[in-house]
């Protein structure tokens, strides 16, 4: 199965609310990213956090790690309109040596209503 | 960011013709890899490009099928071969930047096969 894991699928909210998604994987990791990818275009990156990190931040953004559980949150905060696209997580994985390709989750689509 | 572009940004081709991809990558791009997306799906690693010599492919991929040229550090063709409906797809060129293990992508080129 995937590395990354999101949910949920999809995601539906109002103009001004918070959306979180969540991320799972399953083995040790170097780092995690999150993308943006508006309908059958190309990803936009949003965040990279560490496996070292356990939160940060970016405008809006909130990205949470938690090494223990394997798992990471994306926050975006007072949403709008514009948000709405599919967020996928992806993991490089530490598996030594110069191996860094990313493992993508399956998404979650996220609409928000305006 | 490192800045990733692609050529073509889609196309339309027949059954058992072959289609060549082209990215251009910005100098703080150390690796590039080849992504595909199938419809509605996540994105699956296809082999990571490496300079000067044969790209490393994963599993489910051939370099018959999926020939990988870098002649240097910045360009990188992905060629489709032998095309059927179910290459029908949107390929993803990506860099990883030295120093920040970013991993940007190109615009993808969305290919439909008849």
């Known amino acids: 199965s995937q590395q990354g894991e999101e949910d949920p699928q999809a995601l539906s909210i109002q103009e001004g609310e918070n959306a979180t998604m969540n991320c799972s994987y399953k083995t040790s990791i170097n780092n995690l990213q999150w993308y943006r990818q508006n309908s059958g275009r190309g990803l936009v990156h949003l965040i990279l956090i560490r496996s070292n990190e356990r939160e940060k931040h970016s405008g809006r953004l909130r990205v949470t790690l938690d090494t223990s559980k394997k798992s990471s949150s994306l926050l975006i905060t007072a949403s709008r309109a514009a948000d709405t696209a599919s967020y996928f997580c992806?993991?490089?994985?530490?598996?030594?040596?110069?191996?860094?390709?990313?493992?993508f989750g399956k998404g979650t689509l996220l609409t928000v209503n305006p | 960011s490192a800045v990733i572009s692609q050529k073509p940004s889609r196309d339309i081709c027949q059954r058992g013709t072959s289609l060549t991809i082209q990215c251009q990558v910005d100098?703080?791009?150390?690796?590039m890899f080849w992504y595909r997306q199938q419809p509605g799906q996540s994105l699956t690693l296809i082999a990571t490009?490496?300079?000067?010599?044969?790209?490393?492919?994963e599993s489910g991929f051939v370099i018959d099928k999926f020939p990988i040229s870098r002649p240097n550090l910045t360009f990188s063709t992905l060629t489709v071969s032998n095309m059927s409906p179910e290459d029908s797809s949107i390929y993803l060129c990506?860099?990883?930047?030295?120093?920040?293990?970013?991993?940007?992508f190109g615009p993808g080129t969305r290919l439909t096969v008849l």
């Open positions: 100098s703080q791009v150390t690796m």
């Open positions: 992806a993991t490089e994985l530490n598996s030594g040596g110069s191996n860094y390709k990313l493992t």
């Open positions: 990506s860099g990883r930047q030295g120093g920040t293990d970013t991993q940007y």
């Open positions: 490009a490496n300079q000067g010599s044969e790209a490393t492919y």
